[in-house]
């Protein structure tokens, strides 16, 4: 047969339709699509890659449980998303852990909507660029802030920053307005600059010392 005449893949949108009316067969497919993004999503998360591979599995179980409460045409990014945090947050609610320990991706859309670090948004007190050394010990200090931060800002930033997720899907998955993403978003920036401001001044003391 030749390429012309191939049908289309099904749209994620149009697999979980499929699920929703039977078609189990559809199901290990969609598992594989998102295996490696969601994975990965669910490892930052949490921080513990075992942790991260039993509620990846959890979060396709609940896929097929909650299947006829997905709306047929609803973007089913944020749905998944928004049923494998929902797991992630309860997983770590059990083990009393914090998340995000392995967090490597630090870069987010800016308005214009190119892809900048994250440490780039927290203001540096030097006018001169980092140098290759600088950048990675921020990298490092960022990372270690993200962690600290409380969960409810630490979901966005990783929604937005690490997953480069629109501000209209991070409101679909967390199941908040988009205002509220915007907010937290905001004061996550707040808490890191404030962060970021009082480390630097501890390394003025110490060099001047």
């Not at 999503?41 to 609940?62: C, E, K, P, S």
């Not at 808490?191 to 003025?204: R, S, Y």
């Amino acid at each position: 047969m030749s390429d012309s005449h191939r049908q289309p893949p099904d749209s994620d949108e149009q697999l979980l339709a499929r699920l929703r009316d039977g078609d189990r067969g559809v199901f290990g497919p969609l598992v594989r699509r998102y295996e490696r993004e969601l994975y990965g999503y669910l490892r930052r998360y949490i921080g513990d890659d075992d942790l991260a591979d039993d509620v990846f599995q959890n979060t396709f179980v609940q896929v097929f449980l909650k299947i006829q409460q997905y709306e047929p045409g609803r973007p089913a990014r944020p749905w998944l998303y928004a049923i494998a945090t929902n797991q992630a947050i309860d997983a770590l609610r059990k083990k009393n852990r914090r998340a995000d320990r392995r967090a490597d991706a630090l870069v987010a859309p800016d308005d214009d909507g190119e892809p900048r670090p994250l440490f780039e948004l927290i203001p540096s007190p030097d006018s001169g660029p980092p140098d290759q050394a600088d950048r990675a010990e921020q990298r490092e200090l960022v990372r270690a802030a993200v962690d600290r931060l409380p969960d409810l800002l630490r979901q966005v930033v990783l929604l937005a920053y690490f997953q480069g997720m629109k501000y209209r899907d991070i409101a679909d998955a967390l199941d908040i307005p988009v205002g509220t993403v915007k907010s937290r978003l905001h004061a996550a920036l707040v808490k890191l600059t404030e962060e970021w401001a009082g480390m630097n001044a501890e390394c003025e003391v110490r060099n001047a010392e």
